[in-house]
T-cell receptor, first 113, second 112 residues
Framework: NAGVTQTPKFRILKIGQSMTLQCTQDMNHNYMYWYRQDPGMGLKLIYY???????DKGEVPNGYNVSRSTTEDFPLRLELAAPSQTSVYFC????????????FGQGTRLTVV | KNQVEQSPQSLIILEGKNCTLQCNYTVSPFSNLRWYKQDTGRGPVSLTIMTFSENTKSNGRYTATLDADTKQSSLHITASQLSDSASYIC???????????WGLGTSLAVNP
């Protein structure tokens, strides 16, 4: 049982480049989330999804886009990378939203130079 | 403003010793509080969840407490092991998983 899998684990982007962070889960969870974790800051919610075809903005959505075409996959798209997007990105999934446990991937460490 | 504050920021203890981590929150409404363990380079993993009516809950060597009146929680680690070296994050749910307020974590180092 792989749980939540994120790729790549590390990436260096130049300013203005684009990339997609991949996230897939094999637990058949309806709810999926993207967070970023910056040094000295708590995790911040970027986008979330309550099921295939349904996504919504979190606390810090600017500069990002998501899609949810299947239950398993929830990719995060950066269109025009900026140094402020240098961070560690975590994808998570859960069965519900009322405090049910969120299962996290291993993270993607992104550096924009 | 919803906030979760953790103390100490970092802690170093010897293997086999006990320690207690603190979490104070000002979050409303309060749904539940969860403690996560985050190993270096990994995603957070849930240790335990505390609901409004629960005072104490144990998970192996980890014991969490909650005082909803004073809005404080603690995580006590007994007989620490080297593998306990990690960041411990307190997270308060303000209604649903889209409204999680994350603390900054306590970085724990267990030395031999």
């Amino acid at each position: 049982n792989a749980g939540v899998t994120q790729t790549p684990k590390f990436r260096i982007l130049k300013i203005g480049q684009s990339m997609t962070l991949q996230c897939t889960q094999d637990m058949n969870h309806n709810y999926m989330y993207w967070y970023r974790q910056d040094p000295g800051m708590g995790l911040k919610l970027i986008y979330y999804s309550v099921g295939a075809g349904i996504t919504d903005k979190g606390e810090v959505p600017n500069g990002y886009n998501v899609s949810r075409s299947t239950t398993e996959d929830f990719p995060l798209r950066l269109e025009l990378a900026a140094p402020s997007q240098t961070s560690v990105y975590f994808c998570a999934s859960s069965t519900g939203t009322d405090g049910t446990e969120a299962f996290f991937g291993q993270g993607t460490r992104l550096t924009v130079v | 403003k919803n906030q979760v504050e953790q103390s100490p920021q970092s802690l170093i203890i010897l293997e086999g010793k006990n320690c207690t981590l603190q979490c104070n929150y000002t979050v409303s409404p309060f749904s539940n509080l969860r403690w996560y363990k985050q190993d270096t380079g990994r995603g957070p993993v849930s240790l335990t969840i505390m609901t409004f009516s629960e005072n104490t809950k144990s998970n192996g060597r980890y014991t969490a407490t909650l005082d909803a009146d004073t809005k404080q929680s603690s995580l006590h680690i007994t007989a620490s092991q080297l593998s306990d070296s990690a960041s411990y994050i307190c997270v308060v749910n303000a209604g649903n998983n889209r409204k999680l307020i994350w603390g900054l974590g306590t970085s724990l180092a267990v030395n031999p």
